[in-house]
C-alpha cells in the first residue's frame, strides 16, 4: 500500500512544472511574418513618419474609407493625403478613440500651440522687417516699412502715408525714398 503512494509521486516529480514553461502560443502566420520582414528592412531603426496626419484629417480619411472602401482605397489615400500607404494602413487598422476629457485636452494643447506659432511668426516677421530696416539705413539708399508697422498704426506711420513719400512694391513691404 506504501508502495502504491510512493508511485504517484514519482510519476508526478518526472514531470517538468508548468510554472517553468511559457504558455504555448499559435505560431505566426506566413504573411505576417512577410510583411514584418518586410518592414523591417523597409525601415530599419523603426516606424517614424515623415509626415504625421492631425486628428481630424485622421477620422476624415477613416470615414472616406469606410463610405467606399472600392474608391478610397489605401493608395489613392495615401496620394490624397501626401503620406505613405503604409501610414495609411496603419491609421485604419487603429481603433482608438479619446475619451471626452483626453479630447478636450488635446484641442486646448492645438490652440495653443497654433498661438505660439502665429505669435512665433510676428516676432520672425518682425525682426526681418528691422533687419530690412538696419540694411537699409547702412546702406544710405531707403528706408523699409514693413508688415508689423502697418498693423502698428501709430501718429509715425499715418503721417508717412500722407508724406506722400511711400510707394508700394508688393503688399508686404513699402520703399519710401530718403
Do not use: C
Not at 114 to 131: F, L, N, T
Amino acid at each position: 500500500m506504501l508502495e502504491e503512494l510512493k508511485e504517484p509521486d514519482e510519476q508526478a516529480s518526472n514531470l517538468p512544472h508548468s510554472s517553468n514553461f511559457a504558455p504555448l502560443k499559435p505560431p505566426t502566420p506566413d504573411e505576417w511574418k512577410s510583411h514584418r520582414g518586410t518592414m523591417r528592412s523597409q525601415f530599419p531603426q523603426g516606424w517614424a513618419p515623415p509626415r504625421r496626419l492631425s486628428r481630424d484629417a485622421m477620422e476624415g480619411l477613416r470615414s472616406l474609407h469606410a463610405y467606399d472602401p472600392a474608391t478610397f482605397s489605401t493608395p489613392i489615400l495615401a496620394q490624397k493625403f501626401h503620406v505613405s500607404p503604409e501610414a495609411v494602413r496603419r491609421i485604419l487598422r487603429s481603433k482608438w478613440q479619446p475619451t471626452k476629457d483626453e479630447r478636450a485636452r488635446m484641442v486646448q494643447r492645438e490652440q495653443k500651440t497654433r498661438q505660439e506659432w502665429i505669435k512665433q511668426r510676428r516676432v520672425e516677421e518682425r525682426m526681418r522687417d528691422i533687419a530690412a530696416q538696419l540694411e537699409g539705413d547702412q546702406r544710405g539708399e531707403f528706408k523699409t516699412v514693413g508688415a508689423a508697422d502697418q498693423r502698428d498704426g501709430s501718429r509715425r506711420d499715418w503721417d508717412r502715408k500722407r508724406s506722400g513719400k511711400v510707394t508700394g512694391i508688393n503688399r508686404y513691404d513699402k520703399l519710401s525714398l530718403q
